[in-house]
C-alpha cells in the first residue's frame, strides 16, 4: 500500500463546475496535510495547508479533513481553465518530512 | 522577499560525472529539503538539513551527498551519475515552529544525464 494515494487522472470538469480532488494516506499519526499545485514544468506551488478535522475555505478552495478515515480532499470551486495543472497532496507527522502523492491532472474545459 | 533559488536551472552531465546544486533558502527559513521529480511523477524525498546537519534522509544511495552553510543555505551533489539520475531536483525551505509547516519550493533544477 502506497503511503499517500490519489487518483491519476485525468480529472477533467467544464469551466465553472466544482472539481473534487481526493487522497487517502495509511500513516495514522500523520498531521499535516497539504495540497499543491503544479504546472507542467514548474515547481509545486502551496495552495492549501489543514491540521484539523473538518473543512479550511481560502477563496475558491475548500480542503476537507477527514483522519479517522485518513482521507483529505481538495474542491475547487467555479474552476477556471488556469486552474489546470497536476494537484499533489503531501502529508507530513511529527518528522516534518512531506509524504507526496503522486498528483491527480485536472484539466478545465472551457 | 525573495523566495527559494536555486542554481543552475538546467544542466546536462555526461553518465559517470559528478553534479552540484545549490539551493538559498527564503528569507526566515532554516531548513532545507531536496526532492526529485521524475516526469509525471510525485517529488520524492532525498534529504532534509537543519542547523548544517542532514536530519533525515529518503530512500537515495550514498550517490547522493549534501551540505549546508552557516546562511542557511544547501548544496546538493550528485556522484557517478546514472541515466537515471535524470529529473528535475527541488529545493524546499520551512522554518520550524510555524504551524503552517507548507514549504516553499524553489524553481528546480532541470538535470539531463547523456
Known amino acids: 500500500q502506497k503511503e499517500v494515494e490519489q487518483n491519476s487522472g485525468p480529472l477533467s470538469v467544464p469551466e465553472g463546475a466544482i472539481a473534487s480532488l481526493n487522497c487517502t494516506y495509511s500513516?495514522?499519526?500523520?498531521?499535516?496535510f497539504f495540497w499543491y499545485r503544479q504546472y507542467s514544468g514548474k515547481s509545486p506551488e502551496l495552495i492549501m495547508s489543514?491540521?484539523s478535522n473538518g473543512d479550511k475555505e481560502d477563496g475558491r478552495f475548500t480542503a476537507q479533513l477527514n483522519k479517522a478515515s485518513q482521507y483529505v480532499s481538495l474542491l475547487i470551486r467555479d474552476s477556471q481553465p488556469s486552474d489546470s495543472a497536476t494537484y499533489l497532496c503531501?502529508?507530513?507527522?511529527?518528522?516534518?518530512?512531506?509524504?507526496w502523492g503522486l498528483g491527480t491532472s485536472l484539466a478545465v474545459n472551457p | 522577499d525573495a523566495g527559494v533559488t536555486q542554481s543552475p536551472t538546467h544542466l546536462i552531465k555526461t553518465r559517470g560525472q559528478q553534479v552540484t546544486l545549490r539551493c538559498s533558502p527564503k528569507s526566515g527559513h532554516d531548513t532545507v529539503s531536496w526532492y526529485q521529480q521524475a516526469l509525471g511523477q510525485g517529488p520524492q524525498f532525498i534529504f532534509q538539513y537543519y542547523e548544517e546537519e542532514e536530519r533525515q534522509r529518503g530512500n537515495f544511495p550514498d550517490r547522493f551527498s549534501g551540505h549546508q552553510f552557516p546562511n542557511y543555505s544547501s548544496e546538493l551533489n550528485v556522484n557517478a551519475l546514472l541515466l537515471g539520475d535524470s529529473a528535475l531536483y527541488l529545493c524546499?525551505?520551512?522554518?520550524?515552529?510555524?504551524?503552517?509547516?507548507?514549504?516553499?519550493f524553489g524553481s528546480g533544477t532541470r538535470l539531463t544525464v547523456v
Open positions: 503531501a502529508v507530513s507527522g511529527n518528522n516534518r518530512k512531506l509524504i
Open positions: 524546499a525551505s520551512s522554518r520550524p515552529g510555524q504551524a503552517d509547516y507548507g514549504y516553499t
Open positions: 489543514i491540521y
Open positions: 500513516d495514522r499519526g500523520s498531521q499535516s
